[in-house]
């Protein structure tokens, strides 16, 4: 049974969540037109205009303005997919790893930032197609600091070995699948995610992150094709099918895992 504690703490996350997903918008937008942190703010995906502060508060602004963009009427679905998909990835968060919250407070806190820099780069990729260093290599570098933490403080060392063997592992796939297509299929930003995702995930949630994020690319790049919304040769970004699947991975890989074991009688 779920206790009230555990819900009200899945409610304020889910909330969080969706101010830090308004906030990723901004960054990316930020990140993308290379203005100052102060300078910049979100802008409409149609036409380019500056939204303003009344237009920004989360889902509610998009609710009020009937899902249309105040300025060129024509209808935002990215900005408002991202609050409620962090918002989402929170609560969701919360919900798994509240029992163990308070035992294992500095690998949470790592893991909601992780979460942060993760849904920024599907972000930028789903829109611009390229997994921005100035967002991957603080993933990269927190995702070691996680590592290492585990190592050093928590002296967990079959832990940080699957990491390290994952990382290496997962990274030099990538890099052979990005050679092998001379970066068609795969880009240099790939490979680092999938390094990074292996830090995070150790050897077997890795696999399962992988084996989500390529069914269900190859499944959307389908649906888009049928609907005519893609061309068959149209490239289609994978950064956002890793990060979904190492979120879920992250949060589900172990139960997974077993419940495959279970299903082939070995477990
Ligand atoms: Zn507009």
Redesign the pocket.
């Known amino acids: 049974m779920l206790m009230l504690e555990q819900m009200l703490m899945v409610a304020w996350a889910a909330m969080l969540g969706l101010v830090v997903g308004s906030g990723i918008n901004a960054l990316v937008w930020r990140l993308h037109e290379g203005t100052s942190w102060v300078h910049g703010r979100s802008h ?6 500056m939204l303003a502060a009344k237009d920004l508060v989360p889902v509610l602004s998009w609710v009020i303005l009937g899902g249309k ?6 209808p ?1 679905t990215d900005g408002p997919a991202i609050e409620l998909a962090t918002g989402v990835s929170f609560g969701l968060s919360m919900w798994v790893l509240y029992p163990g919250l308070l035992t294992n407070i500095v690998m949470v806190a790592l893991w909601f930032v992780l979460m942060t820099l993760l849904l920024a780069l599907a972000a930028y990729d789903w829109r611009w197609m390229l997994l921005p260093d100035k967002l991957m290599i603080p993933l990269v570098v927190l995702a070691g600091v996680a590592t290492a933490y585990g190592a050093i403080v928590l002296q967990d060392w079959h832990i940080t070995g699957g990491a390290l063997a994952a990382a290496v592992l997962a990274g030099g796939v990538f890099w052979i699948m990005a050679a092998a297509s001379k970066g068609r299929a795969m880009g240099g930003g790939d490979i680092k995610l999938a390094f990074a995702m292996g830090l995070m995930l150790g050897l077997q949630s890795t696999a399962v992150a992988m084996f989500i994020a390529f069914n269900v690319a190859a499944i959307a790049g389908v649906v888009l094709i049928v609907t005519k919304r893609r061309g068959r040769r149209d490239h289609i970004p994978f950064g956002p099918y890793l990060v979904l699947g190492t979120i879920i991975a992250y949060l589900y890989g172990r139960d997974i895992v077993a419940a495959y074991l279970r299903l082939g009688g070995i477990g």
């Open positions: 409409c995906s149609h036409c380019g205009h963009c105040r300025y060129c009427h024509r935002i």
